[in-house]
């Protein structure tokens, strides 16, 4: 017997790509928020840039939370931020700050709901 609990549900999952800022001390949000973002319960970055990036939790508006800070991905490196309910909540940068954009590919997982 299946419930319903008044919840639309969809299943997010992809790949997708995002080039950092050219303002090098610039986050760059993962995707869009809202109705055209990328809605996911978990984000998992392959850094296969060449170059460190530097990876944080935000806002969906793209504002660091209270007291958060960032880490760091090495170049082939991976990490996987769960606790979100949209790509947009994961903003990115180079770590070394510079103007060349690179672009990070990442894998969004997870049933989101109200999509």
Request: with cysteine.
């Amino acid at each position: 017997m299946q419930r319903s609990i008044g919840l639309e549900l969809a299943a997010s999952s992809g790949i997708y790509s995002k080039a950092t800022s050219t303002t090098g001390t610039d986050w760059v949000q993962l995707a869009a928020s809202g109705s055209t973002g990328i809605r996911c319960n978990q984000v998992e970055i392959f850094n296969d840039t060449g170059t460190t990036l530097a990876v944080r939790y935000c806002n969906s508006d793209g504002t660091a939370k209270t007291g958060q800070s960032f880490l760091t991905v090495a170049t082939g490196g991976t990490v996987r931020l769960r606790g979100i309910f949209e790509a947009a909540q994961v903003a990115v940068k180079r770590s070394d700050d510079s103007n060349t954009p690179v672009t990070v590919k990442f894998k969004t997982e997870g049933v989101a709901a109200g999509v």
